[in-house]
């Protein structure tokens, strides 16, 4: 059965970095765009980016671009949001999500199957 | 940036009515459109996607309709199993926008 695990959440100081993994498992992931989106605590959901199947193509939300990055290891069947310059208002639960099967692009934009989430605090 | 809305924010049914939640984008999507649902505590569930194809494992009192800037996800006969909070999300181009979410609560 498809897993999503997240991890490397935790307490951020502003302006620092933080590094969120994402373990796949029970689907051929290197076939599959990933996502991840992030919930502010109480609040409700936000797309944060996105990477291609097959890696070299990416999208942000205006809200993070410049700051994270998005990537993926095939032969670990993981992908990593990679976040920088931190501030307040990244506080969140972030998730990874999957691509749905049949999609024909890049990378397809809804998500049949989610992680169980990893929070974030910015704070110092 | 095209962007998504939802009304109402909340509302408040009983058991076995119908109920039906509106989401509106900015622009025209197709129907490249999904809906989630979030239960208090639990990860959002996909329920909709394609305006009206129910996922695989989705109770048929849901359904979804719509096309281009306007869409509705329907509840037939409300259950206590569906107090949730429903998201739509446009997906016919990145950014791939979630509207705000409407809270279903039993009354």
């Known amino acids: 059965q498809v897993q999503l695990v997240e991890s490397g959440g935790g307490v951020g100081q502003p302006g620092r970095s933080l590094r969120l993994s994402c373990a796949a498992s029970?689907?051929?992931?290197?076939?599959?765009?990933m996502h991840w989106v992030r919930q502010p605590p109480g609040k409700g959901l936000e797309w944060v980016a996105v990477?291609?199947?097959?890696?070299?193509?990416?999208y942000y939300a205006d809200s993070v671009k410049g700051r994270f990055t998005i990537s993926r290891d095939d032969s670990k069947n993981t992908v990593y949001l990679q976040m920088s310059s931190l501030r307040a208002e990244d506080t969140a639960v972030y998730y990874c999500a999957k691509d749905p099967p049949g999609g024909s692009g890049y990378y397809y934009g809804f998500h049949d199957y989610w992680g169980q989430g990893t929070l974030v605090t910015v704070s110092s | 940036d095209i962007q998504m809305t939802q009304s109402p924010s909340s509302l408040s049914a009983s058991v076995g009515d119908r109920v039906t939640i509106t989401c509106r984008a900015s622009?025209?999507?197709?129907?490249?459109l999904a809906w989630y649902q979030q239960k208090p505590g639990r990860v959002p569930k996909l329920l909709i996607y394609g305006a009206s194809t129910l996922q695989s494992g989705v109770p048929s009192r849901f359904s979804g309709s719509g096309s281009g800037t306007d869409f509705t996800l329907a509840i037939s006969s409300l259950q206590p199993e569906d107090v949730a909070t429903y998201y739509c999300q446009k997906y016919d181009s990145a950014p791939f926008t979630f509207g705000p979410g409407t809270k279903v609560d039993i009354k």
């Open positions: 029970g689907f051929t992931f290197s076939d599959y765009g």
């Open positions: 990477i291609s199947w097959n890696g070299r193509h990416n």
């Open positions: 622009q025209g999507v197709s129907n490249y």
